[in-house]
């Protein structure tokens, strides 16, 4: 994704300036844009310049045996919901069976930053980490839940300041009986927050 950093900080103090309030004029704003854009571009949207299937192929290792599930909970996330660009943040749950290639566990961590530091919908988010586990490391099964807050959610609109969004995705052996019945014992009242 090119980013244009000049046009977006002139985007930036022109919305500032629409709200009336201009960076040239109000001390705590005179660095405002610089600093929108370099958040943005550096770590916001950070995810658009990791290529998640040749990350996992690069940190993937062979799988010599037979291994069980892994299972990696309480990973931070930290997103943009993309229709107010407002932050949500949470905690992710993920699981995999491997096939040929297993991973790190700190890759499973950066996975999932990877695919979050997007402009998606939580939905999609959930549902590319487990793909990107089928088709990266060739997992015999894949899960992803993600619990998060959203800031739309609880800032504006319906103002539930206390509501939480969960979704769950899985494909493979963990969608199918008896390991998804397995995993949702593993995940039971232990996985909730």
């Keep these: 994704m090119p980013a244009d950093p000049a046009r977006a ?16 004029k109000v001390p705590a704003l005179v660095e ?8 943005w571009q550096k770590e916001l949207l950070a995810g658009y310049a990791v290529d ?43 699981a995999y069976l491997p096939g040929e290639r297993m991973l790190g566990f700190g890759t499973l961590a950066r996975l999932v ?9 939580q939905e999609d988010i959930t549902a590319r980490v487990v793909e990107s586990l089928m088709e990266g490391i060739g997992a015999k099964g894949a899960y992803c839940r993600m619990q998060l807050a959203h800031a739309c959610m609880r800032i504006r609109g319906a103002r539930q300041a206390d509501a939480w969004v969960e979704t769950h995705h899985a494909a493979g052996d963990l969608e199918r009986e008896p390991e998804a019945t397995r995993l949702a014992a593993l995940l039971g009242a232990r996985g909730r927050r």
């Design 9 to 24: 900080r002139a985007a930036v103090a022109e919305f500032l300036k629409a709200f009336g309030l201009d960076p040239a």
């Design 32 to 39: 405002t844009p610089e600093r929108v854009v370099d958040a």
């Design 52 to 94: 998640v299937l040749s990350l996992l192929r690069a940190e993937s290792l062979p799988c010599h045996g037979r291994r069980g599930l892994v299972i990696a909970r309480k990973i931070s996330v930290s997103t943009l919901c993309p229709h107010h660009l407002l932050p949500a943040q949470g905690r992710a749950t993920v």
């Design 113 to 121: 930053d990877a695919c979050a530091r997007r402009l998606e919908l």
